[in-house]
């Protein structure tokens, strides 16, 4: 019986002393949200898993920066598709806020997360930074997902978003968002993205 519970509270050890990518501090320079926030073209959400909670499905979903509202504020323009019309792509205006989220990981120096709506209509939802690569502009973001996984989304600029994900993202993003991908951005995307703008919050 000792055996057992000894062999029992190894694994349970082992199990807690697993850190997330995006809460490691060892990677705490590629997590900075300011690398990020200071991206001033349009930002593409190429690919995401299937079932995030708190992000649309649909395709060309894409965010662009306004302006900095003070603090750790500022304002975006986001475009997704509301089902059932999925090929007519909406345009607000959304309150950005960044913050500092380090789950098991100690005390941070610098924010690494951002919250903000994905729809008009929806709620306020963050997504921690898991990996910036702001010279090749490529982000890795991750939120919660049904049945208790993770859910990531890849965004990259529209200078980059055509071309191939460079190879240090790409790591980054298969060795941790395990599931099926959905690809979200297409090159007709820009074809689609609309002129008209409602303002919300």
């Not at 995030?52 to 395709?59: N, Q, Y």
């Not at 690494?112 to 939802?125: L, V």
Request: aromatic share 12%; hydrophobic share 35%.
């Amino acid at each position: 019986m000792e055996t057992i519970f000894t062999l029992y509270a190894f694994a349970a050890a082992s199990v807690a002393a697993v850190i997330h990518y995006e809460d490691n501090l060892l990677y705490a320079e590629h997590q900075r949200i300011s690398d990020f926030t200071s991206v001033n073209e349009m930002l593409w959400v190429r690919q995401q898993n299937i079932g995030l909670d708190h992000a649309p499905s649909t395709t060309c979903q894409a965010m662009l920066k306004l302006r900095y509202t003070g603090r750790n504020t500022f304002q975006y323009i986001v475009y997704s598709a509301r089902p059932p019309a999925r090929h007519t792509v909406d345009a607000f205006v959304t309150t950005l806020t960044t913050g500092i989220t380090a789950l098991r990981a100690g005390d941070r120096l610098y924010h690494n997360a951002i919250s903000y709506k994905t729809t008009e209509q929806g709620e306020i939802c963050q997504f921690k930074l898991m990996y910036a690569d702001k010279t090749n502009g490529c982000f890795i973001f991750v939120t919660p997902r049904r049945i208790r996984r993770r859910g990531c989304r890849l965004v990259q600029t529209s200078r980059t978003v055509s071309m191939p994900i460079p190879q240090e993202c790409n790591r980054v993003y298969t060795e941790n968002c395990l599931g099926e991908a959905k690809q979200i951005y297409y090159p007709a995307c820009w074809n689609r993205i609309p002129k008209i703008v409602q303002w919300g919050s």
